[in-house]
């Protein structure tokens, strides 16, 4: 594994490199995770595929100097400082919300893209509540004096939970994680830089059968935040181009008991 760093505009992006491989893999993370997520997955695939994941805007070891906004093309112009992929053809796999951002990528760049991985992906559609919270000015107002006082907002979660308009895995996930001062302020200022990498379905649907572009959908079966009839929906029209394969774990596709399986999907 190679640790390295490239610059984009007044940004530091944090990269890590495996193998060897002629086809080259990049990989994103999900939220609040780094690019050494996809270790495991790596050292498994390393002989097909060069890997590059990248520790996304806000994370790791990156340092974000760009205000809190980053888009797809900030996501292109970033890769194309990677000698590996500068102008290049390349497949790229997103895990959760790096999901939401190889869509978008994917959606400036099919003709670039050899094939698209998407590992529980969020993206393919949009939560009311990130909606809410990140598209509308006044959401986006209330968003942060929420998690600046978190107590009224666990008080409706509460009662959202009671009325069913939010299912036990996302309340759990809301309570243990919102707790934490520092994991407010995190999900506030993360959510709000990557609002704009907001994936136009439609399109990219038109894309994939223009491009023949392959895509490879896993989810897991018992996962409350994503769940996997959203993939089914997706491929519906796109069975020529699209796979889904179904994991018997949770959200964390990445988990090590489930490697050799995605592994085996890429090889």
């Not at 590992?119 to 968003?143: C, E, H, S, V």
């Not at 491009?211 to 996962?223: E, Q």
Request: proline share 4%.
């Amino acid at each position: 594994m190679l640790s390295f760093f490239i610059a984009y505009k007044q940004s530091s992006i944090h990269c890590l490199r495996w193998g060897t491989g002629k086809d080259i893999l990049v990989c994103l993370h999900g939220f609040g995770e780094t690019a050494e997520s996809f270790a495991p997955l790596a050292r498994q695939i390393e002989d097909k595929y060069t890997l590059i994941a990248v520790d996304m805007p806000l994370h790791g070891k990156t340092t974000w100097n760009e205000g809190m906004r980053c888009v797809a093309e900030d996501m292109i112009g970033m890769l194309d400082q990677v000698p590996e992929l500068a102008g290049k053809r390349f497949s790229i796999a997103g895990y959760s919300m790096g999901g939401r951002v190889a869509l978008s990528v994917y959606e400036q760049i099919p003709q670039r893209i050899q094939q698209l991985i998407l590992l529980a992906p969020d993206g393919l559609k949009m939560n009311f509540w990130y909606w809410l919270a990140t598209q509308t000015f006044y959401g986006n107002r209330l968003f942060r004096y929420f998690m600046k006082q978190p107590a009224i907002f666990l008080s409706g979660t509460r009662l959202l939970k009671k009325s069913g308009l939010i299912n036990m895995g996302v309340y759990n996930y809301v309570h243990q994680y919102l707790n934490v001062d520092e994991n407010r302020k995190q999900l506030y200022t993360i959510w709000t830089t990557f609002r704009k990498c907001k994936p136009r379905v439609r399109i990219i649907r038109k894309q994939i059968k223009t491009n023949s572009s392959p895509v490879l959908l896993v989810y897991g079966k018992y996962d409350k935040i994503i769940r996997y009839s959203t993939g089914k929906q997706f491929r519906k029209g796109l069975e020529s181009y699209c796979t889904l394969h179904i994991l018997p774990c949770g959200h964390r596709v990445l988990q090590h008991k489930n490697i050799p399986g995605i592994a085996a999907l890429l090889s």
